[in-house]
């Protein structure tokens, strides 16, 4: 298990949590909300975090990342950098800026349920320069070259 410590930073915060005890992410729900351009909103989630280092996945990255629920599709609203990661030195409130694209849709309110965490685990990477790469059936294809 991984602890990940975490301070709520507005009274009206809960802790990430799961529905249904087989969700794979944590549900989180906004505790403020700004229009800091016409239709783009940042979302405050009253919680800050800190990883536990000292746990026995040490030497090991792990992230914390957000994305959109999958809800979402009820507003008209999408998840401005299409998912987030709270860097481990980060200590401030986590905050998510959505785009109201579909202005005769609803947007999210205080309250409402926006996000969802989850952690990944990956071993430290190591990137070796080359100048050639192995051939594959694919190559260079790209956007849709595999069909639908």
């Known amino acids: ?12 915060a809960l802790i990430p949590f799961k529905t249904y005890d087989k969700d794979f992410c944590y549900d989180c729900i906004a505790t403020s909300r700004e229009e800091i ?8 989630l009253g919680l800050a975090f800190e990883i536990d280092r000292q746990s026995k996945y040490t030497g090991l990255n792990i992230s914390l ?7 979402v599709w009820k507003t008209g609203m999408i998840l401005s950098n299409c998912e987030g990661t709270v860097d481990e ?13 579909l202005r005769d ?4 309110e205080v309250g409402d349920k926006i996000i969802q965490f989850k952690v990944g685990l990956t071993e430290p990477i190591n ?9 594959t059936e694919r190559q260079n294809g790209s956007y849709g070259s595999t069909g639908k």
């Open 127 to 135: 990137f070796i320069p080359s100048d050639e790469l192995s051939k």
């Open 89 to 101: 030195l980060f200590r401030g409130e986590v905050s998510a800026v959505f785009y109201h694209i």
């Open 37 to 44: 351009a016409p239709n783009v909103y940042k979302y405050g």
């Open 105 to 108: 849709m609803p947007i999210y």
């Open 65 to 71: 990342d957000f994305r959109p629920r999958s809800s």
């Open 1 to 12: 298990m991984i602890d990940i410590k975490v301070k709520k930073t507005n009274d009206k």
